[in-house]
Nanobody
Framework: QWQIVESGGGLVQPGGSTTLSCTTSGFGFGGYAVGWFRQAPGKEREAVGCVSKSSSGISYLEELKGGRFTLSRDNGKNTAFLQISGLKPEDTGIYYC????????????????WGQGTQVTVSS
């Protein structure tokens, strides 16, 4: 039976950093791309980025392409990571990770396996 658990969220001050983890079991983890998504209150879920099977990080948000975030994975631990720095209040939301057995893509419908999400709140 598979499982995906996100962790590392919480209350963060503006300008701070956080590292989110996506820990999985029941998968051949190295054979999956890992997408990261977020859902702000009252808004649709949007793609944040993805780490490919070959550990390449891809950003889907223009605001994060200035080096504010880092995507990585540790196949030995069946875990992927999303590190975000320079956090802003508009980064507040529930962050999800999801697995795709083919490749990185920004469409939620292409991911079959999802975690329950972890809340990130950016506030002073």
């Amino acid at each position: 039976q598979w499982q995906i658990v996100e962790s590392g969220g919480g209350l963060v001050q503006p300008g701070g950093s956080t590292t989110l983890s996506c820990t999985t079991s029941g998968f051949g983890f190295g054979g999956y791309a890992v997408g990261w998504f977020r859902q702000a209150p009252g808004k649709e879920r949007e793609a944040v980025g993805c780490v490919s099977k070959s550990s390449s990080g891809i950003s889907y948000l223009e605001e994060l392409k200035g080096g504010r975030f880092t995507l990585s994975r540790d196949n030995g631990k069946n875990t992927a990571f999303l590190q975000i720095s320079g956090l802003k209040p508009e980064d507040t939301g529930i962050y999800y990770c999801a697995l795709n057995g083919d490749y990185c893509i920004e469409y939620t419908s292409r991911y079959n396996y999802w975690g329950q999400g972890t809340q990130v709140t950016v506030s002073s």
